[in-house]
């Protein structure tokens, strides 16, 4: 017997989810999630979820902007825990980065984002536990922090639900069915059919596979980024605020329990093309090493802090680093998909520009 929704969403990660709840509470009925795995499965559980607002283009700063003021107001907009502290964020460059840094930040402010530069001097006020050699410029963001991927993703279920939408866990789509240019909806590897006028393509990692079932190609790569946690010792004191290294290439987020994770900031993911089976799987002692060694010199107490475990992470990369949020040639198959890294934090915008898309409803934010 085949099955009928109005929108069917391929993916239970924080986009997929986000989607989902938008289109709820925009009042759409019968819309359908399917998750091959279980929610947040995918790249949305490896993600350290830092929330920070510098991005080279204003749409995606408009967007980031958006969606931090659903993070400090989740409870209300959303329901649930977001897991936000906005702690701040500190973004050091090097002499030659700064000019660049100076002219985002002019545009930053023109759209609603508090930043302040700082000279490597003033860390000592703000964290003075920063290593300030070989820094030009330090990028403040007072209200930007991180938060939880996984409490949002089911925060956002769970308001899906409450809006009607469906949210089936361990299925699988093994095809995107079509008639002409046009998707009417998908299969199943239980031999389901299930017709839609709308399917959204929001597979994460996974994204490229399920496009191409529809005969469309993502210009997507899906990069290894492996994450590092290590616990600092009992007299670190306070958790340092969230630091993005860009001069040495690494990063560091507190976490709770003494906990820091850290990862690099290179752009490597590039260069190591992993499968997406493969999330979640170890990581080298010489890799740890390395990124381990750049946070140590970025933030010296970090170098006395005891290693305790890692994990492969991986992004879906587009080649400009920004993601595709769009209808794709075949009518009514969206792509939400390359998030390139900032899918958490880009979430609550992504969710409710998608879903006005698809609606023709106004947008928050237009890209």
């Not at 964020?89 to 000019?99: D, E, K, N, T």
């Amino acid at each position: 017997m085949t099955r009928h929704a109005a929108v069917i969403i391929i993916g239970g990660g924080v986009t997929g989810v986000s989607i989902a709840f938008h289109l709820g509470r925009l009042g759409v009925r019968n819309v359908l999630l399917l998750e091959r795995r279980f929610l947040a499965s995918g790249g949305t559980g490896r993600s350290v979820g830092i929330i920070r607002q510098l991005y080279p283009t204003p749409e995606t700063t408009q967007m980031v902007v958006r969606s931090l003021e659903v993070f400090r107001r989740f409870r209300d907009m959303v329901g649930g825990e977001s897991g936000y502290v906005g702690c701040g964020v500190l973004i050091g460059v090097s002499a030659a980065m700064r000019p660049k840094l100076e002219e985002t930040v002019m545009r930053q402010r023109s759209l609603g984002v508090r930043a302040d530069v700082l000279e490597p001097a003033d860390l000592t006020s703000v964290e003075p536990r920063i290593n300030p050699e070989n820094l030009g410029a330090v990028l403040h963001e007072p209200e930007s922090g991180y938060g939880d991927p996984t409490a949002v993703a089911m925060a956002y279920a769970e308001g899906a639900r409450r809006h009607g939408v469906m949210i089936e866990q361990g299925v699988e789509v093994v095809a995107i069915l079509t008639a002409g240019d046009r998707v009417t909806g998908v299969a199943t590897a239980a031999g389901e059919r299930i017709d839609a006028p709308v399917v959204v393509n929001a597979a994460g990692l996974w994204s490229p596979a399920v496009a191409r079932l529809a005969g469309v190609d993502l210009p997507i790569i899906i990069g290894r980024h492996p994450v590092f946690v290590v616990e600092r010792d009992a007299g670190f004191g306070r958790p340092h605020l969230v630091y993005l290294d860009l001069a040495g290439g690494s990063y560091a987020r507190p976490e709770t329990g003494g906990l820091t994770l850290t990862g690099s900031l290179t752009e490597d993911e590039t260069r190591h093309p992993m499968e997406p089976e493969l999330l979640g799987g170890d990581v080298s002692l010489d890799e740890a090493t390395e990124v381990l060694e750049r946070t140590g010199r970025a933030i010296p107490r970090l170098a006395e802090a005891r290693y305790r475990r890692g994990w492969a992470g991986a992004f879906d990369i587009t080649p400009d680093w920004m993601p595709i949020l769009d209808e794709s040639p075949v009518r009514g198959f969206w792509i939400a998909a390359g998030m390139s890294g900032h899918g958490f934090k880009l979430a609550p915008a992504v969710g409710e520009m998608m879903a006005a898309g698809i609606t023709g409803a106004t947008p928050p934010v237009n890209r």
